[in-house]
């Protein structure tokens, strides 16, 4: 039997599930209407699988000419400040997504280069003119504003601030919302783990009328971050369920894994494997089996996508692999394999 044909049968293990109650579908799928997904996307187990490109070796064309379906979400990264306006590759991706026969939705992953309080209307209001540039091209828009707001140490320029956040999570609220009405806004912390996993997600809520969406960064590192370890099964389901009971069922909120990977890691610039033992195959389809499986599904019936980090990054002392497409044939091959569930 070919390579392809094993990776196929073991996706088909891994996905094919039991047909989920009714109601539960019809949740999941007016949801994903209403956030702009289109329904001739890669759905799988009625989740939107999306990507974050990394648009300095690859474009949306790139990655979908690789799926079986085009991705339901792209993501980009659009560094803002006073000093700066251009919105980074923004208009460079533009013309690639608009010219895709099935649109993907557009999550536009705000960074504040200088802080917070830098933030003002004007920069609001030149992201909230460019989103209804894409609106008006038939492109639905996700701003993921000032993303991981709650990591603390801080490792961004936004971030470990409730009252800087909540003044700049206004402003954009409310210029998108005149600017550009079809757009949405996507509150999004880091996931953490604190207390139970129920987290410092609290402080940071703006409140139920400007957000549209709830969502999460949340990855498969391995043990001690530094490992190539299995996820454990039900890891995601577990961890993240306090927050989506919080913030996405108890408020009636879509919700969104809007960035995750399962990191492979190599020893600093080799191909060496690191310690750990599984292989990157093991690692990426069993944690897309706990972002897409049919158990995800079930018990989180408001969620509507998931958003893949396909970047390979020098960090943490390692190169890290965090790629599902256009990097190794066996993963890729696996990720066209889920059209099969």
């Not at 709650?150 to 470990?160: H, L, T």
């Not at 919700?255 to 600093?268: G, I, K, M, R």
């Not at 019936?301 to 790629?323: G, H, L, S």
Request: aromatic letters at 14%; hydrophobic letters at 40%.
């Amino acid at each position: 039997m070919s390579l392809f044909l094993v990776l196929v049968a073991f996706a088909l293990s891994v996905f094919s599930l039991p047909v989920l109650d009714d109601s539960v579908d019809s949740i999941t799928m007016q949801k994903r209407w209403e956030q702009g997904i289109s329904d001739n996307a890669m759905i799988i187990n009625w989740i939107g699988l999306g990507f974050l490109p990394d648009f300095d070796v690859s474009s949306v064309s790139e990655i979908n000419q690789a799926l079986p379906l085009p991705m339901a979400v792209v993501g980009d990264y659009i560094p803002i400040s006073s000093d700066d306006t251009s919105l980074g590759g923004f208009w460079y991706h533009y013309n690639d997504i608009v010219g895709q026969a099935v649109k993907p939705v557009y999550m536009a992953t705000i960074e504040l280069s200088d802080g917070l309080w830098d933030f003002d209307s004007d920069q609001a209001d030149v992201i909230s003119q460019a989103m209804a540039d894409l609106n008006n091209a038939g492109v639905p828009v996700w701003v993921r504003f000032a993303y991981e707001m709650n990591g603390c140490p801080a490792w961004n320029a936004w971030g470990c601030d409730p009252n800087g956040f909540f003044q700049a999570w206004n402003i954009m609220a409310n210029s998108l919302h005149y600017w550009a009405p079809n757009s949405k806004m996507l509150w999004s912390p880091n996931i953490d783990t604190d207390n139970n996993n129920w987290g410092n997600y609290d402080q940071y809520y703006p409140g139920d009328d400007t957000v549209d969406l709830v969502g999460l960064s949340f990855y498969s590192f391995g043990i001690d971050q530094q490992e190539n370890t299995v996820p454990n099964s039900g890891f995601l389901i577990q961890t993240a369920g306090p927050f989506y009971d919080t913030y996405s069922a108890a408020k009636g909120k879509p919700f969104v894994l809007s960035e995750t990977s399962a990191a492979y890691h190599y020893y600093t610039g080799t191909q060496v494997a690191a310690a750990g033992g599984s292989n990157e195959l093991q690692i990426k389809t069993a944690w897309m089996n706990e972002v897409l499986g049919w158990n995800t599904h079930y018990n989180f019936p408001n969620m509507v996508a998931a958003v893949w980090f396909n970047y390979q990054k020098n960090e943490r002392d390692q190169t890290i692999d965090y790629r599902a497409i256009l990097g190794n044939p066996s993963v890729q091959s696996m990720v066209y394999a889920l059209k099969n569930w």
